[in-house]
């Protein structure tokens, strides 16, 4: 059995361990005591008396840095002086007793002076504006004026929580002599929590490591930075204290107080020739960053990107900014950026052809970008470019083009008798892509990197710090460096992500672990196989990825590859909607994907089909709002994932590779197409364009005087 | 509160007060970390313990309801020729679950299996919606829960 098989196997036999999990009796704990208002000055904090064996920490106890900083975002570990939403931490109480704490968590009185909270982010002031991107292709306000026709289009996008299974925590560890400290952490991203450790507890970096969680679980994004703030309480705590300290947040907590994903409001008009093809285009984008703008740069620069999803057009104005507001930091989901960008698009695309009175397909295909006929970003190689065979492979699979003339026909004629049906019937269809790495600069400023060795028994050794969102990853590695060194997968050890071993290989997030380090471990193989001819045994090699030379950016410009690959999916969607109850129930869903060359293809199944779920769950079934200023409580009772009944069997069909053709990451390509499709096939149900998710249900959205 | 109750097949004692989750008596007293806690409302089923033949969320079962009951967890149940059938069935079709919902898949699996011998996919479904999930695929576990049933027919038609 491989060592993949036997950790599922301790998994199902109940021996798998969470961070909280780890027995140490001697551990101590840490509670987070935290701001009461959305927006403020604090003016005092009111303890209660504390026993000696608790200690109480504030920012004035942080010995270094005061902040963590997200590519030049900086997040206070606790606040200071200022509070900027309700629930930011403002007070550790560490000790023993966890139930102690709590109870004198309660009587610690923060008192701030309280001020105007912007919750507002679709009308934003200026001071709300973090940063902004704009494009500007050609002359937009001619090819305006001249178009035959111009429609415009309003489109939302709702927040998101991550859900993880495993909520927030961590387990700081001290060596016997307490001069090194262990943090073993679920984050994504170890080097960010190791960087934020010696910083904030101004130790030199030898005295720390970070170790991932002793079992995999899905990278979400709600442990990309915000595990290095919960780490930073923890070192706090442990260096106060000198002893162990674990944190585990209830889930409570964590749903009322974690990041989630940002929310959107996008405004679209479109020129339009006679014959249905895009003109002129200008999108105005609002993306909600919470209090803290983590990542909005990443995320104006994808949803921009893909502002005009696979489609060609000659001018074209993007304005997207990033809006903070008093509310817990929004931001980085499946997606980032690009899902609420294709959502809006492909929405519009349909609003589109049908003021042309054209069929989906038909439309799509006209409009579609070529080598030609540039995407956003200008000139993009072959292979990221959307294939038009993808819009014919996800028409034959569904029939789409049959049932989606018949649902119409059917819709008209019950209209005309005024009789409900026993279901009402519709079909979408839309156009996704997903790119794999982090956009333009950013993935050049990472310095990823991964180091393989090959000892004198012919046994190789992977390091690195990546995060594995599942066992495959690294079955995948093992198959892969056994064939380029040439011994048996078996005999490839693959180390787990220790900063104190593995060199640093960025954040697990984009699907960047199955394409950029994953190519990057290969290059390192191949540099060990080029060696072994001039030097003995053993070997070491390290390398560091670069992206490759077509995928040249222009960060002024906003042209270039942008990306290390781009992937393509066709979605269609089938619903039957109950009459009465306006309830969906998904009938089918079909996907086209190009996701270049794959690797694992059952492994690449399942990613899409959880993807799926994420993305039902983001247009349907999570509903998540805040009402002054926080998450209300009836939420968190109500908040529903998709329940496996309630998923469809999807068919999914890759495209033929042809030629060399690059991995692509496909994780987040289910949730960039199909909330499109989903809304587009339950608008052709009801009658009414809806235009925001989460959808609601309620009968008076789903009126024509509510699409107005 | 004195409280005897069968655990995993041995005859067990415990002072303990009467409201206290038995998901929490289980992790502290008997050091039983195999079901694991998500939500504490009854949702995720990331606690679920077979409770007097039933699969019960122990988060929302206080300790004075197990009073002279069986409580089979997933440590007891790993002991057995019916846990074995699903450990292969999961293995053998690669069903990779996270430690916070695979005890509690198992157990799932298990009890809908006693139900329904040869469940069809809608049943599966059905009874997996127990265990909320935002980060695996259904179609692989569906393959192992049917690949479940097909080792446990088998058995007992060997048997
Ligand atoms: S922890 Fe018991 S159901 Fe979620
Ligand atoms: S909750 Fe465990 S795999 Fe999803």
């Given amino acids: 059995m491989n060592r993949e098989a036997e950790e599922v196997r301790s998994i199902l036999q109940g021996r798998g361990l969470r961070i909280g999990d780890i027995p140490d009796r001697e551990a101590c704990f840490v509670t987070v005591v935290r701001s009461p208002v959305s927006r403020g000055v604090i003016e005092g904090i009111g303890m209660p008396e504390l026993p000696p064996r608790v200690r109480a920490l504030t920012a004035a106890d942080i010995p270094g840095t005061k902040e963590l900083t997200v590519f030049g975002v900086s997040v206070p570990i606790l606040a200071e002086g200022r509070v900027r939403y309700k629930g930011e931490p403002v007070l ?46 050609g002359k937009v306000d001619e090819a305006m004026a001249g178009a035959a026709r111009r429609v415009t289009g309003e489109y939302a996008t709702g927040t998101q929580e991550h859900y993880t299974p495993e909520t927030q925590a961590v387990y ?32 030199p970096r030898k005295a720390l490591a970070v170790e991932s969680a002793p079992a995999p ?86 949803a921009a990107a893909a502002a005009l999803g696979g489609y060609h057009c000659p001018a074209v104005r993007v304005r997207a900014s990033a809006v903070t507001t008093n509310l817990p930091p929004l931001g980085p989901f499946a997606g980032m950026g690009s899902a609420m960008s294709l959502f809006a698009m492909e929405l519009f695309a349909d609003k589109l052809r049908k003021e042309t009175d054209r ?31 993808l819009l014919d492979l996800a028409h034959r699979m569904s029939d789409f083009n049959r049932k ?121 193989c191949e540099l060990i196989k080029k060696k072994r001819f001039r030097s003995p045994l053993p070997l070491t090699a390290a390398k560091r990825y670069r992206l490759p030379r077509s995928a040249g950016w222009n960060d002024q410009e906003f042209t270039g590859g942008g990306c290390a690959a781009t992937a393509w999916a066709a979605a269609v969607v089938e619903v039957r909607v109950d009459p009465l109850t306006f309830l969906p129930e998904i009938a089918g869903v079909w996907l086209a994907v190009d996701a270049g060359t794959v ?27 805040f009402r002054r200023g926080r998450v209300p409580r009836d939420q968190f009772l109500g908040y529903r994932l998709p329940p496996a009944r309630d998923l469809p069997n999807p068919e999914i069909a890759f495209l033929e590779a042809g030629g060399k053709r690059p991995v692509k990451g496909i994780g987040e ?30 009968e008076e959205d789903l009126t024509p005087e509510a699409a107005r | ?118 469940p069809t996919e809608k049943q599966i479904r059905r009874a997996l919606s127990r265990v909320s999930c935002r980060c695996t695929d259904v179609t692989t576990l569906v393959a192992g829960v049917k690949a479940a049933g097909a080792n446990r027919r088998l058995r007992s038609h060997v048997r």
């Fill in chain 1, 92 to 137: 550790l109480l560490a000790g023993p007793d966890e139930t102690e704490l709590e109870e004198l968590a309660e009587k610690v009185a923060i008192t701030c002076r309280e001020e105007e909270p912007f919750l507002n982010f679709t009308d934003p002031a200026e001071e709300q504006i973090a940063c902004s991107r704009t494009v500007n292709r």
């Fill in chain 1, 172 to 203: 700081a560890r001290w060596n016997r002599d307490r001069t090194r400290l262990t943090l073993l952490s679920p984050s994504s991203w170890p080097f960010h929590v190791h960087e934020t450790l010696a910083n904030c507890l101004r130790l």
């Fill in chain 1, 217 to 302: 679980e899905t990278c979400l994004d709600g442990k990309l930075w915000y595990s290095s703030l919960v780490a930073a309480h923890a070192g706090l705590a442990a260096a106060a204290l000198g002893k162990n300290i674990k944190i585990r947040y209830s889930r409570e907590e964590d749903f009322f107080f974690s990041p989630k994903r940002s929310p959107a409001h996008l405004r679209y008009t479109a020129g339009l020739d006679a014959t249905g093809r895009l003109q002129a285009m200008d999108v105005q984008i609002l993306v909600n960053t919470g209090a803290y703008p983590v990542f909005a740069r990443e995320t104006l620069d994808r």
């Fill in chain 1, 359 to 389: 069929d989906p397909v038909s439309w799509k295909k006209e409009n579609l970008a070529s080598p030609r006929r540039r995407l956003i970003i200008g000139e993009t190689p072959r292979s990221s470019l959307p294939d038009p065979a």
């Fill in chain 1, 404 to 524: 989606h003339a018949a649902f119409e026909l059917a819709r008209k004629r019950g209209a005309e008798k005024d009789e409900a049906p026993e279901s009402l019937r519709g079909i979408g269809l839309a156009l996704g892509s997903q790119v794999s790495g982090f956009f333009g600069a950013g993935e050049a400023s990472l310095g990823t990197t991964v180091r393989v060795s090959l000892d004198m028994d012919g046994k190789a050794r992977i390091c690195s710090s990546a995060v594995p969102g599942s066992h495959a990853l690294h079955r995948i590695w093992r198959r892969l460096a056994g064939e380029s060194l040439g011994i048996p997968p078996e005999e490839i050890e693959i180390a787990g992500a220790d900063t104190s071993t593995g060199p640093d290989t960025g954040p697990a997030v984009f699907s960047r672990n199955i394409t950029i380090v994953t190519r990057t471990m290969q290059d390192a």
């Fill in chain 1, 599 to 625: 690797l694992d293809e059952k492994e690449a199944r399942r990613a899409m089909e959880t993807g799926i779920s994420q993305a039902f769950g983001w247009a349907l079934f999570e509903r998540m709002t």
């Fill in chain 1, 669 to 698: 390509l289910a949730m960039n197409s199909l909330p499109a499709a989903f809304v587009g096939a339950l608008s052709q149900a009801v009658g009414v364009d809806i235009r925001n998710i989460p959808v609601s249900l309620r």
């Fill in chain 2, 1 to 118: 509160m004195r409280i005897p109750f069968t655990l995993n097949g041995r005859q067990v004692l415990v002072e303990s007060g009467p409201d206290r989750r038995l998901l929490h008596l289980l992790r502290e007293e008997f050091g039983l970390l195999g079901a694991k806690e998500g939500c504490l409302q009854g949702y995720c089923g990331f606690c679920l313990v077979i409770l007097n033949d039933e699969l019960v969320p122990s988060c929302m079962v206080p300790v004075f309801s197990v009073f002279q009951g069986r409580v089979v967890t997933i440590e007891g149940f790993r002991e057995t020729s019916d846990f074995r059938d699903i450990e292969h069935a999961f293995l053998a079709e690669e069903v990779a679950p996270c430690p916070s919902c695979g005890p509690a898949k198992v157990l799932t699996t298990h009890m809908l299996l006693k139900r329904f011998p040869n």
